[in-house]
């Protein structure tokens, strides 16, 4: 393990009973960055940040964390966490759960800092169970940083966020990167990968399909999204340009294709004029939907 490395995972498997769940992970996560765990339900994601946090033994393999065993008190220390499946006591405020996390450990952030970051001032007074779904979110998101720690896993951490309070979240992702600390993130919301990841593990049937930036990832795909303006039917753009398959909404015609030269000198030569054109790579969304259907279907 270097000393730039936060996290090294080498021949990693879990199981659960006869039922296998990761085959054989090996990775390395830096120090200073922000990484992105992407896959259908059921794909071990979760699994992945329970065995990272010691919270299962792995049935093979090895799990380094700041030159620590996973799940030992040391590497406890170190790292912070916010799960799917969160609750607290019903009747503790949201500062008065702050204040008895903070004292569980040695550094933690100021309780001021901790509401802020997380925008939770306004309703420090509140009890848990007063709390919207958003809210419960954002104070699991606080009591995940209060101490403060190296290394911070986010487990679907946006779910029943509204959008003003997703891109606070983000912001503060953002500002303990700067820091130098390590975010490890699952998430089903492609934006959120794209806009926080600095690199993406795509996971299908237990295996790490690909990684790289969103950019490489659709890059390697070699498919691009081919849009125009087109006033007619779509059963008549699909007539003529046949060899692709077309969408239309609102006028806008869509498609994807690894030849976009090809398409749109077989649209010129049909007469189409094309306005508004646009030519990009695929999405991460669409590359992260081709990539798991290729997976299921071997």
Not at 209 to 234: C, H, I, K, P, T
Request: aromatic share 6%; with cysteine.
């Amino acid at each position: 393990m270097t000393e730039h490395a936060a996290i090294t995972v080498e021949g990693l498997c879990h199981s659960y009973g006869s039922k296998p769940v990761l085959n054989e992970l090996s990775f390395t996560l830096e120090k200073g960055k922000v990484y992105g765990i992407l896959g259908a339900n059921g794909a071990g994601k979760t699994t992945l940040i329970n065995l990272l946090l010691g919270r299962l033994k792995p049935t093979a393999g090895k799990i380094n964390i700041l030159n620590m065993q996973a799940g030992s008190v040391q590497a406890k220390a170190k790292v912070g966490a916010m799960l799917q499946v969160g609750s607290l006591p019903g009747s503790l405020t949201v500062e008065e759960q702050l204040t008895l996390f903070a004292s569980y450990h040695s550094a933690p952030l100021t309780i001021a800092k901790a509401l802020r970051l997380c925008d939770l001032n306004q309703h420090r007074d509140k009890a848990f169970n007063q709390l919207s779904g958003g809210l419960k979110q954002r104070l699991l998101f606080a009591i995940a940083i209060i101490g403060n720690p190296e290394i911070v896993f986010l487990d679907e951490p946006s779910l029943a966020m509204d959008v003003s309070a997703r891109k606070q979240m983000w912001q503060t992702i953002g500002a303990l990167k700067a820091q130098g600390k390590t975010v490890l993130l699952t998430t089903h919301y492609m934006e959120e990968a794209e806009a926080l990841s600095d690199e993406l593990f795509i996971l299908s049937k237990g295996h790490i399909v690909a990684q790289g930036s969103a950019a490489e990832l659709s890059q390697s795909m070699q498919v691009s999204e081919v849009s125009f303006r087109y006033n007619d039917s779509l059963e008549s753009i699909q007539k003529q340009l046949n060899k692709w398959r077309w969408q239309l909404d609102e006028g806008i015609a869509k498609t994807r294709c690894s030849a976009p030269n090809e398409l749109l000198k077989a649209a010129f030569n049909a007469g189409f004029e094309c306005q508004q054109l646009s030519v990009k790579p695929s999405s991460l969304e669409q590359t992260f939907m081709t990539l798991n259907k290729q997976e299921q279907a071997a």
